[in-house]
């Protein structure tokens, strides 16, 4: 079974930053495309970002330019760095491998943005 484990969530003030981290129990975590997804309070989850097995990455509009994702193969991790946080990405925030038909999540991190 694939395991997914995010870390890095927190409070932070508006404007601030935060990397989030991702680390994933597969001896194949290089072929997964990797993805962060987000969800706020009543509102259905979004996907933020992804990052292909070749390193091709994707973004949702509301995130572009103030994050970046990227991934360690040798490390089984990707991370999420958020600059210029603003309160609307205030979300608990999940981790995603994707293969084939097969997706694995994590528990989810929280961030709030607040002051």
């Known amino acids: 079974q694939v395991q997914l484990v995010e870390s890095g969530g927190g409070l932070v003030q508006p404007g601030g930053s935060l990397r989030l981290s991702c680390a994933v129990s597969?001896?194949?975590?290089?072929?997964?495309?990797m993805g962060w997804h987000r969800q706020a309070p009543g509102k259905q989850r979004e996907l933020v970002a992804t990052?292909?097995?070749?390193?091709?990455?994707n973004y949702a509009d509301s995130v572009k330019g103030r994050f970046t994702i990227s991934r360690d193969n040798a490390k089984n991790t990707v991370y999420l760095q958020m600059n210029s946080l603003k309160p609307e990405d205030t979300a608990v925030y999940y981790c995603n491998a994707h293969l084939s038909t097969r997706d694995y999540w994590g528990q989810g991190t929280q961030v709030t943005v607040s002051s």
């Open positions: 990052i292909t097995s070749g390193g091709s990455t």
């Open positions: 597969s001896s194949i975590f290089s072929i997964y495309t």
